[in-house]
């Protein structure tokens, strides 16, 4: 059973940080590529952050460059968001993704809240 568990999200302050993590299963996680999405209420799903399957290449929205950094740990099949700087703009649910070919799973998302 494919599974992807986002956790770390939760209420920060203007400025504050926060660490997102994905854990995955059921499925060959080094293959994969790894996606972080946002949606915000009232706004379309957004694309955050992406890495390679073997962690040598990111992408990051022009929003959060410079403030998130994804990284990746294929031994813990896991993904994870280091947010720093974070904004009230950053609040949203935050979601992972997995993708290889046809293959495109999404974990069920972790609320990130920054406000004063």
């Known amino acids: 059973q494919v599974q992807l568990v986002e956790s770390g999200g939760g209420l920060v302050q203007p400025g504050g940080s926060l660490r997102l993590s994905c854990a995955a299963s059921?499925?060959?996680?080094?293959?994969?590529?790894m996606s972080w999405y946002r949606q915000a209420p009232g706004k379309e799903r957004e694309l955050v952050a992406q890495?390679?399957?073997?962690?040598?290449?990111?992408n990051y929205a022009d929003s959060v460059k410079g403030r998130f950094t994804v990284s990746r740990d294929n031994a813990k099949k896991s993904v994870y968001l280091q947010m720093n700087s974070l904004k009230p703009e950053d609040t949203a649910v935050y979601y992972c993704?997995?993708?290889?070919?046809?293959?495109?799973?999404w974990g069920q998302g972790t609320q990130v809240t920054v406000s004063s």
């Open positions: 890495i390679n399957s073997a962690g040598a290449s990111t």
């Open positions: 993704r997995a993708t290889y070919y046809l293959n495109d799973y």
């Open positions: 059921g499925f060959t996680f080094s293959m994969y590529a």
